[in-house]
C-alpha cells in the first residue's frame, strides 16, 4: 500500500513542478512585455507566433495585461487545468489502485479533500471556471472561494499542493 501512495505522490510533486515552471513562463512572457513597452511605448498588441503550426495570436495591450495578472485567466485557466489533472489522477488511477489493494469498491476509498476538489473541478469543468452552490459546502478549501469567484493563482496553488503533499503522506487505508 505504501508503494502505492509512494507513487502517487510523486506523481502530485511531478505535476506541481510541470505548473511552476509554467508559472514562471507566464513570469517571463509578462516581463518580456513589459521590457519591449519601454522601447516600443505604442505597442498595442501581444502577438505570438508559432511558425510550425502557421498559427498567430494576438490580443489587444489591454487585454493581454489583465490576462497576465495573478488574478487574471491565464493563471486562473492554468491553475484549473492542474487542479483537474490532480483530481483524475486521484479518481482515475489511484482511487482504483487502492480500492484493488484493500479489495473493496472504488466508492468505498474517500478522502475530504480531494471531495472537495471534486467539487472545484465541476466548477471548471461543468460551469467554465463559474461559481456553483457545490462550492458552498467547502470546509478545507474555502479559500478557494472570493465571494462568488474561483480564486485560482500560484499562491492558492501552492497552498493547495502543501495540503495535497501532507495529505497523501498521512494516509492510512
Same mark, same amino acid.
Given at each position: 500500500?505504501?508503494?502505492?501512495?509512494?507513487? $502517487?505522490?510523486?506523481?502530485?510533486?511531478?505535476?506541481?513542478?510541470?505548473? *511552476? $515552471?509554467?508559472?514562471? &513562463?507566464?513570469?517571463?512572457?509578462?516581463? *518580456?512585455?513589459?521590457?519591449?513597452? =519601454?522601447?516600443?511605448? /505604442?505597442?498595442?498588441?501581444? !502577438?505570438?507566433? /508559432? #511558425?510550425?503550426?502557421?498559427? @498567430?495570436?494576438?490580443?489587444?495591450?489591454? @487585454?493581454?495585461?489583465? #490576462?497576465?495578472?495573478?488574478?487574471?485567466?491565464?493563471?486562473?485557466?492554468?491553475?484549473?487545468?492542474?487542479? !483537474?489533472?490532480?483530481?483524475?489522477?486521484? @479518481?482515475?488511477?489511484?482511487?482504483?489502485?487502492?480500492?484493488?489493494?484493500?479489495?473493496?469498491?472504488?466508492?468505498?476509498?474517500?478522502?475530504?479533500? $480531494? &471531495?472537495?476538489?471534486?467539487?472545484?473541478?465541476?466548477?471548471?469543468?461543468?460551469?467554465?471556471?463559474?461559481?456553483?452552490?457545490?462550492?458552498? *459546502?467547502?470546509?478545507?478549501?474555502? $479559500?478557494?472561494?472570493? &465571494?462568488?469567484?474561483?480564486?485560482?493563482?500560484?499562491?492558492?496553488?501552492? %497552498? =493547495?499542493?502543501?495540503?495535497?503533499?501532507?495529505?497523501? %503522506?498521512?494516509?492510512?487505508?
Amino acid at each position: 500500500m505504501q508503494n502505492i501512495l509512494d507513487r $502517487f505522490n510523486n506523481e502530485i510533486k511531478n505535476l506541481y513542478t510541470i505548473y *511552476k $515552471f509554467n508559472v514562471y &513562463g507566464l513570469y517571463l512572457i509578462k516581463q *518580456k512585455w513589459q521590457e519591449s513597452l =519601454i522601447t516600443k511605448p /505604442d505597442l498595442n498588441q501581444f !502577438v505570438l507566433r /508559432d #511558425d510550425n503550426f502557421k498559427y @498567430e495570436l494576438s490580443v489587444s495591450k489591454q @487585454e493581454f495585461e489583465n #490576462d497576465i495578472q495573478e488574478d487574471g485567466q491565464y493563471f486562473t485557466k492554468l491553475s484549473g487545468v492542474f487542479l !483537474v489533472s490532480l483530481y483524475q489522477l486521484w @479518481e482515475d488511477k489511484y482511487r482504483d489502485e487502492i480500492a484493488r489493494h484493500r479489495k473493496i469498491k472504488k466508492n468505498d476509498v474517500m478522502n475530504d479533500l $480531494f &471531495g472537495e476538489i471534486r467539487k472545484i473541478r465541476q466548477a471548471i469543468v461543468h460551469n467554465n471556471f463559474g461559481y456553483t452552490s457545490e462550492l458552498n *459546502k467547502l470546509k478545507i478549501l474555502d $479559500f478557494v472561494i472570493n &465571494g462568488n469567484k474561483l480564486n485560482l493563482n500560484s499562491a492558492t496553488m501552492s %497552498k =493547495i499542493f502543501l495540503m495535497l503533499d501532507a495529505e497523501v %503522506k498521512s494516509m492510512k487505508f
